[in-house]
């Protein structure tokens, strides 16, 4: 049975703010400089891509060690030998994507993250604010 640690979620400009933030189990960390994903267990963990699969059952026959995002569930698992822990409970948010920020709805949603090429959008005061770039790999199974 898989373990669900409802910890801190981070972002931080520079790899060298990671000195002063603690180990904490089932934390993650986005670090924009190095574009890297560190994840804390008993260390902390430098990733530099995420499997993404269609479904839980693909997840489930994972055999890289690693972070996997769940297309059907929205939700982000850590497989670590036979365990799987939920790093996270399902995205709350939709995601829209798009080729130029041309392609976006003319009135956007609170509640959706907009990415265009590298780049990630939020609908905020009647207007689509940049969030910065959005530079984790994703591979595909």
Known sequence: MAETYYTKVLSVARES?????????????????????????????????????????????????????????????????????????????????ADSIDELPVVGDANTLYIVDLFMYRWKDGEYKSMGSATIEWIEL
Not at 40 to 55: A, P
Not at 78 to 92: I, M, Q, R, T
């Open 17 to 97: 703010f990671l000195d002063r933030i603690p180990i904490e189990y089932g934390q993650i960390i986005f670090v924009k400089d190095t574009r890297s994903i560190y994840y804390d267990t008993t260390e902390r963990t430098t990733y530099r891509s995420v499997v993404i699969v269609e479904t839980e059952e693909q997840r489930q026959a994972g055999v890289i060690t690693g972070l996997y995002y769940v297309i059907e569930s929205r939700s982000l698992w850590f497989k670590n030998g036979n365990s799987w822990d939920l790093v996270c409970e399902p995205a709350k948010n939709e995601i829209y994507y």
